[in-house]
């Protein structure tokens, strides 16, 4: 609740006052962000001493009522003049350095550093392309064969997301899927890829193929959209396709970030008769409890398990 909130932030309020001296200034901007001005520090290095103080006191428990609490933070420092000529201009970069603490895993510190900017700058070029490539509709599928060793036969596809760039030409996910999942984009291009592999598919399917599957790797921001299920069905029946066509993959470690979420959602895909993958198993933190209480059909074992099956007697065990 608010109160707990208020509470709370008092409570960081207090501790960041008694990491710094009595001449340095705090002050909250606004939600749960803070900045500290530390004055005429006297060697280069000081500021990391001083953040790693902050998070080591801020990760000691909270007591709220009868909760207890165990925060983290994320801190950008910089350095007047040489970051910035302006309170605006430092509190830019400031804010660049603790995005990029977050993004190396949080409860870190980072020093700005100009190549900061350039990839600031080059993330918001790539941000404006890929929207125009939604729009222009320059993404396209390729369909990598699955093969029953049995008998080899090719019993499914996996769609396989790639970007035709008109300078740069044919671009891999790595390149792009990032982008796409921080800014929301992935949403849209997401509900793009399920109509286009079951148009495919049916148009296999008219050609004379006979029964096959196409699986499809959900991101997180589509596992968190409650429309999915819509959409999937949507594109079933607009295809007229069986829902025993379509796998939907999730990889292990989107299982951990909303475990009831991902629960209910995985349970309403599965009562349309979609089949349910989890990919890269065995790379993240669940357990084999999760495969018990999740509703889940296949079991895709990360490949560093399976490269060197036939020479390691540990990874046939495992697997």
């Not at 609490?69 to 350095?97: H, K, R, T, Y």
């Not at 918001?124 to 008998?151: C, G, H, K, S, T």
Request: aromatic share 6%; proline share 3%.
């Amino acid at each position: 609740g608010h109160n707990a909130g208020d509470e709370l932030l008092k409570t960081v309020a207090h501790r960041l006052r008694s990491c710094v001296r009595s001449s340095d200034i705090i002050a909250r901007l606004g939600g749960d962000e803070f900045c500290i001005i530390l004055n005429t520090m006297s060697n280069e290095g000081d500021h990391g001493i001083v953040a790693d103080h902050i998070l080591k006191r801020l990760r000691v428990p909270i007591k709220l009522g009868e909760a207890e609490l165990i925060i983290s933070a994320s801190i950008g420092i910089v350095s007047a003049p040489q970051d910035g000529a302006s309170s605006e201009e430092l509190l830019q970069n400031a804010d660049l350095a603790m995005y990029r603490a977050k993004a190396l895993g949080r409860n870190k510190f980072q020093k700005f550093t100009s190549q900061m900017t350039d990839h600031a700058i080059e993330q918001m070029a790539l941000e404006n392309e890929l929207r125009r490539a939604i729009r222009e509709q320059e993404f396209l599928l390729y369909f990598q064969p699955q093969v029953d060793f049995n008998n080899n036969s090719i019993f499914g596809f996996e769609a396989l997301i790639r970007w035709q760039h008109p300078d740069r030409g044919l671009q891999f996910p790595d390149t792009f899927i990032g982008s796409l999942e921080e800014t929301g984009l992935i949403v849209p291009l997401g509900s793009w890829i399920i109509d286009e592999a079951c148009r495919q598919l049916r148009e296999w399917l008219d050609a004379g193929a006979k029964p096959i599957r196409v699986a499809i790797n959900i991101s997180p921001r589509q596992l968190q959209n409650y429309d999915l299920a819509t959409q999937v069905e949507q594109a079933l029946r607009k295809y007229s396709l069986s829902p025993e066509c379509l796998e939907l993959e999730i990889t292990e470690s989107m299982i951990m970030d909303n475990i009831e979420l991902t629960h209910k959602q995985l349970r309403t895909l599965q009562e349309l008769g979609v089949t349910i993958a989890i990919d890269d198993f065995g790379t993240g933190h669940s357990s084999l409890g999760y495969l018990k209480s999740l509703p889940l059909d296949i079991l895709k074992i990360d490949r560093t398990f399976i490269m060197d099956i036939t020479q390691e007697n540990n990874d046939q065990e495992i697997v």
